[in-house]
């Protein structure tokens, strides 16, 4: 029926003078259950759909949306949209698009049980029961445990001929919990994600995980802040992919590059990083988020970004990628229908190496092992190179030993220098999403996903506490 | 608006009440949106119109929230159902009382500009235009970069089973504007933001002229020595950084449930005196000032911090009624969850000093424009730590040397207890937290690779 009325709508927008257009459908059930304290505070559930119109008029582009998805509701928002175009037609930048081969396809993710179908009686309990096995006797002030997921479908349609159809599910359990003991207080967050379907709650032990988050905040609020300055670092997996994702990831998304803001343009070919690290960008990862199309139709490539410390490719959407002359690599991705698609990770990850852990710490002399658990997030500034982000409780290192955790590790470094430090590589690669998370660009929000093995690096600034 | 959002609410609660709950609310939002996005040329222009309908059903102590994006009647019963369902396996909550029974909205002033409720997407492609010239003819070695202009208008209906119907509209323009200096090889940005109820708020040419005039002069930044300095923060960088601290510790549910670091202190003196907090709700022209809240509260003026005594939270319903007080108009919500009490216009009670007094003032510091990551700062430990991207050596009173790279860091906490020495009386907004610059006597920096 959407690809009925997806005909209609191009061909009135053919009509109206439209050189291209696509049009997007989403519908996304979705709920997030949140326990605290022992109670049930919210059972929030909802269903989202809309859709949004992108089109090209006279070389400009408009785009319009609506929650309204009935035929003549979405009439009026081709006619918006071509609108939005014309009026910046005199004064907005010719667009092109790389080509596409038309695709026709349908694809989801695999899962076994909808969550749909589990009883809400089912739900809350296990969220329940995670929640107050967090709650560790009086040291645990608060236990805030949330259980979500998602269902959406995607489907694209173009003038071009394409119609795309990608079905998700996406599951998590979140556990934050605060700790007050002798008078400092201090916070763990952590939160266990995957696409696929309810299957994965029922088949872990949810309770070992919220109660462990509890035991890392008694253990913080008795740990000291480093003092500032200069160090040698090892990064466990769990922080390597957010490292990775802000201190090289955004510079090497497309329309950073294409504007000349990343400190990366024009330097494809050119060393960018130590010949031990290997970056790769791909929709279809073993823990990571399910992307096979992005939002413009286009198939998400295995994108190499970094082969042995040589920079190879950036990503691009559609649109990037005809400024550089090379065919797009599946990386123009919306939020949701409201908002257009532009260049976004998928799975940004380090390729593993041939050293374990031991051997990285061993000649540490004075450093810190840095840990992703509790970790708040990220960001950087394209332009200048530097980003900053904040590791969860992590452990010092001295004389090639593991030595007393600390906290309050914020972290910052300088893109085009911290790959270039990059010692040693881990063997064994793990990459993680998340269902609560997500990286932010433009005002839009996109899931991700991120890993790597265990990654020693020569210096990084860390920001001393209070 | 087309459609009676009130009627709609009105009937989402009485179809939730024949259908057996035994109370409902109904909360509506319907808000349409310009953008158009720019760097050296427009980019995109865009439209977009978002409506929600989210219902709350009651069954005795029960329950349970559906939402959805549909507020069309053929969808209500629907909606109904499933909030019905939910309440129906929710536990029981022992500090249920009741959805709002009082309710009531006030007079504001300055939170719906006619003229951007009627705007067309040319008066926000000219004004784009005019913002592209004038950063170009500043300097030609500067662009605008990664730029957006939007305007959206919100409606919001309530209804309850009490008698509650309310709606309100609002209006806001938004400004975010990048600018790019090229300079032998060498590359400085730096970026403006403003976030107002009204169009003529907006100065497009100050916000092109200061943007493109910083990245012309930080160029050449570099990081400096680890080591202690004087900070002086920008006003609305300092905003955020209350924002990451306040907004979310303030507030009655984390001091109930026992995550914020501000529970059981009421009265004791958390800060020196020069240090005062407002929530003032009803601000003329503020971004958070709304004439009911999300619950059909009227907003006011709440002190929360009284030259340096802590002295109030933020209530909405629930969290009032658990601790037998009044709401204090601080619910908010979007249509697809729960209100919590969060602020309105969280303020700084602002100084006497002039902005450039506190960098006269300063022997050897550091200025700081504009930083990244300072929202991953902890509010429950005091922890602070941002990264600046645009900031200014000061030595003796003088800015010199452009600064990037380095840590700021100390705990917030103590900064209250004195680390902040001056307070400026230059008050700025960045979303609904407004503040004056402040300096800070003594604060750590990590640089210098």
């Given at each position: 029926?959407?690809?009925?009325?997806?005909?209609?709508?191009?061909?009135?927008?053919?009509?109206?003078?439209?050189?291209?257009?696509?049009?997007?459908?989403?519908?996304?059930?979705?709920?997030?259950?949140?326990?605290?304290?022992?109670?049930?505070?919210?059972?929030?559930?909802?269903?989202?759909?809309?859709?949004?119109?992108?089109?090209?008029?006279?070389?400009?582009?408009?785009?319009?949306?609506?929650?309204?998805?009935?035929?003549?509701?979405?009439?009026?928002?081709?006619?918006?949209?071509?609108?939005?175009?014309?009026?910046?037609?005199?004064?907005?930048?010719?667009?092109?698009?790389?080509?596409?081969?038309?695709?026709?396809?349908?694809?989801?993710?695999?899962?076994?049980?909808?969550?749909?179908?589990?009883?809400?009686?089912?739900?809350?309990?296990?969220?329940?029961?995670?929640?107050?096995?967090?709650?560790?006797?009086?040291?645990?002030?608060?236990?805030?445990?949330?259980?979500?997921?998602?269902?959406?479908?995607?489907?694209?349609?173009?003038?071009?001929?394409?119609?795309?159809?990608?079905?998700?599910?996406?599951?998590?359990?979140?556990?934050?919990?605060v700790a007050l003991v002798e008078g400092r207080m201090e916070r763990v967050y952590d939160g266990e994600s995957l696409c696929k379907g309810f299957e994965f709650i029922e088949g872990r032990d949810w309770n070992a995980f919220s109660r462990d988050v509890s035991e890392m905040a008694v253990k913080a609020t008795k740990a000291s802040t480093p003092s500032a300055g200069v160090y040698e670092v090892v990064v466990d997996p769990e922080l390597i992919g957010l490292v990775l994702h802000e201190a090289f990831g955004h510079a090497s998304e497309g329309d950073l590059v294409t504007t000349k803001e990343s400190v990366l343009e024009g330097r494809i070919g050119q060393r960018v990083a130590s010949p031990l690290v290997t970056i790769v960008d791909d929709g279809n990862v073993d823990g990571g988020y399910f992307l096979p199309y992005d939002d413009e139709g286009a198939k998400k490539t295995r994108q190499v970004v970094v082969e042995e410390g040589i920079l190879k490719g950036f990503l691009h959407s559609r649109e990037t990628a005809q400024k550089l002359g090379v065919p797009s690599s599946g990386n123009g991705r919306a939020q949701d229908f409201e908002s257009p698609p532009i260049v976004r990770q998928t799975n940004y990850f380090l390729e593993s190496g041939d050293q374990t852990l031991e051997e990285m710490v061993e000649d540490v002399k004075d450093g810190l092992y840095i840990c992703g658990r509790g970790a708040g997030g990220g960001q950087v500034d394209v332009g200048l190179g530097t980003f900053t982000f904040r590791a969860g409780p992590s452990y010092t290192i001295k004389n090639g030993r593991l030595g007393e955790l600390v906290r309050g590790v914020s972290i910052s470094g300088a893109v085009l220098q911290t790959l270039m430090d990059v010692e040693a590589v881990g063997k064994n690669l793990s990459v993680r999403t998340s269902f609560f998370g997500g990286c932010g660009k433009s005002g839009q929000r996109a899931r991700v996903g991120h890993g790597g093995p265990h990654t020693k690096i020569r210096r990084m600034i860390i920001g001393g506490g209070g | 608006?087309?459609?009676?959002?009130?009627?709609?609410?009105?009937?989402?609660?009485?179809?939730?009440?024949?259908?057996?709950?035994?109370?409902?609310?109904?909360?509506?939002?319907?808000?349409?949106?310009?953008?158009?996005?720019?760097?050296?040329?427009?980019?995109?222009?865009?439209?977009?119109?978002?409506?929600?309908?989210?219902?709350?059903?009651?069954?005795?102590?029960?329950?349970?929230?559906?939402?959805?994006?549909?507020?069309?009647?053929?969808?209500?019963?629907?909606?109904?159902?499933?909030?019905?369902?939910?309440?129906?396996?929710?536990?029981?909550?022992?500090?249920?009382?009741?959805?709002?029974?009082?309710?009531?909205?006030?007079?504001?002033?300055?939170?719906?500009?006619?003229?951007?409720?009627?705007?067309?997407?040319?008066?926000?492609?000219?004004?784009?235009?005019?913002?592209?010239?004038?950063?170009?003819?500043?300097d030609p070695r500067v662009t605008p970069i990664r730029s957006t202009l939007n305007t959206s208008v919100t409606h919001i209906a309530i209804a309850d089973s009490h008698g509650l119907a309310l709606e309100r509209s609002g209006t806001v323009v938004s400004l975010s504007l990048g600018a790019m200096a090229e300079e032998a090889g060498k590359k400085g940005l730096s970026n403006e933001h403003s976030l107002t109820r009204n169009w003529e708020e907006v100065d497009f040419k100050a916000m092109a002229v200061a943007s493109a005039e910083r990245a012309l002069r930080v160029t050449d930044a570099k990081p400096i020595p680890t080591g202690e300095v004087s900070v002086v923060w920008r006003n609305d960088l300092f905003a955020r950084v209350l924002d990451t601290m306040f907004s979310r510790t303030l507030t009655a549910d984390s001091v109930q449930g026992g995550r914020s670091p501000w529970a059981g202190r009421l009265g004791e003196e958390v800060a020196s005196d020069s240090f005062s907090l407002f929530d003032e709700g009803l601000r003329v022209a503020g971004v958070g000032t709304r004439e009911f809240d999300d619950e059909g509260s009227p907003q006011k003026t709440l002190t929360l911090i009284d030259r340096g005594v802590l002295s109030n939270y933020l209530y909405d319903c629930y969290t009032a009624r658990k601790y037998r007080v009044s709401s204090t108009g601080n619910a908010r919500r979007g249509y697809q969850t729960a209100p919590t009490p969060q602020p309105n216009n969280l303020i700084l009670q602002p100084g006497d000093a002039e902005q450039e007094e506190l960098i006269r003032e300063t022997k050897r510091g550091l200025y700081v424009v504009e930083a990244i990551g300072e929202w991953l700062s902890n509010p429950i430990s005091g922890d602070l730590s941002a990264t600046v991207t645009n900031g200014f050596l000061i030595e003796k009173g003088e800015l010199t040397e452009p600064v990037k790279g380095v840590i700021v860091a100390g705990n917030f906490f103590d900064m209250l207890k004195g680390g902040i020495d001056l307070i400026a009386n230059d008050l700025r907004n960045s979303g609904r937290v407004y503040s004056p610059s402040v300096r800070v006597l003594r604060m750590t920096v990590a640089g210098g690779l």
């Open positions: 029926m959407q690809y009925d009325s997806a005909g209609r709508l191009i061909e009135y927008a053919t009509r109206l003078g439209a050189s291209y257009l696509d049009i997007r459908y989403q519908d996304v059930a979705s709920e997030v259950v949140t326990v605290e304290n022992g109670v049930l505070k919210s059972f929030e559930s909802g269903r989202t759909s809309g859709a949004g119109i992108r089109t090209i008029v006279n070389g400009a582009m408009g785009f319009s949306s609506d929650t309204d998805t009935a035929p003549s509701a979405l009439r009026e928002k081709v006619r918006w949209a071509v609108k939005m175009a014309k009026a910046s037609a005199m004064s907005a930048e010719p667009k092109h698009l790389a080509t596409v081969n038309p695709v026709k396809d349908s694809v989801r993710t695999p899962f076994k049980i909808d969550p749909e179908d589990v009883p809400n009686e089912e739900k809350v309990s296990i969220a329940m029961d995670a929640n107050k096995e967090a709650m560790l006797g009086g040291e645990i002030r608060n236990s805030t445990s949330r259980l979500g997921w998602f269902h959406e479908h995607r489907h694209f349609i173009s003038s071009e001929g394409s119609s795309v159809d990608v079905e998700t599910v996406m599951v998590g359990l979140s556990q934050l919990s | 608006m087309m459609v009676d959002l009130v009627e709609v609410a009105e009937r989402a609660v009485a179809v939730a009440e024949r259908l057996g709950a035994d109370e409902a609310e109904a909360y509506i939002s319907s808000s349409s949106r310009l953008q158009v996005s720019f760097d050296e040329r427009i980019d995109l222009t865009s439209a977009t119109v978002t409506t929600g309908l989210g219902l709350r059903a009651v069954l005795g102590k029960k329950v349970g929230l559906h939402a959805n994006s549909s507020i069309k009647t053929k969808d209500i019963e629907g909606v109904a159902r499933s909030a019905i369902s939910i309440a129906r396996v929710s536990p029981s909550d022992p500090d249920w009382f009741s959805l709002p029974t009082s309710f009531g909205s006030l007079p504001v002033e300055k939170t719906f500009d006619k003229r951007i409720a009627e705007t067309s997407p040319d008066l926000l492609v000219e004004a784009a235009s005019q913002t592209i010239d004038t950063v170009r003819g500043y």
